[in-house]
């Protein structure tokens, strides 16, 4: 097994490497990512979203330099010059004490988005933006997924909707 290997393994089970028949569980997981890479057509993505509104209140946090959070608690994570921003549960920043100043919405796309595709995100922001909700967009390895204002959800979920039919709000 090389270090990359072992890298993702250690990523995938927080560390822990138990025996070897689970180091061959995660590595049959691992291989699995190895796909290809997703749907590239903009009317195809935007057409089959799926946009799933996710349970739960969320938060952007920049952490400390003495926090520790285990990697399996994180939505998401992004090194920036200022600091590290995660993306929490809203419990879990509270349980924390973490400052954070809005509650957000998750809302995910169920269509297998390539990271290369051209388009939906843009045209995603700009339906939102039409509707005048505000959208943080993170795009994951196999979906995009948007943050909208708690309260907002239901609107983005309905213009997310509209846009995938084809219609204008």
């Not at 995938?12 to 569980?25: N, P």
């Not at 285990?70 to 509270?94: N, V």
């Not at 995910?108 to 967009?137: D, F």
């Not at 309260?151 to 213009?159: F, K, L, T």
């Amino acid at each position: 097994m090389n270090s990359w290997e072992i890298g993702k393994i250690f990523l995938f089970t927080g560390g822990i490497l138990r025996d070897e028949s689970q180091v061959k569980k995660y590595k049959e997981f691992w291989n699995f990512i190895d796909m290809p890479a997703g749907e590239t057509d903009l009317k195809t993505l935007i057409s089959q979203m799926e946009p799933a509104l996710m349970e739960g209140e969320y938060v952007f946090c920049i952490a400390g330099a003495e926090m520790v959070i285990h990697p399996t608690s994180l939505i998401g994570m992004f090194r920036e010059q200022e600091g590290l921003t995660l993306i929490l549960h809203k419990h879990l920043a509270d349980q924390e004490g973490l400052a954070y100043y809005a509650i957000m919405k998750w809302i995910s796309l169920r269509v297998h988005s390539s990271l290369e595709a051209v388009g939906l995100t843009a045209a995603i922001s700009s339906a939102l933006a039409a509707a005048n909700i505000s959208c943080n967009i993170v795009a994951g390895y196999f979906h995009d997924h948007m943050f909208v204002p708690k309260g907002d959800e239901e609107r983005a979920m309905s213009v997310l909707r509209d846009l995938a039919e084809g219609r204008k709000e």
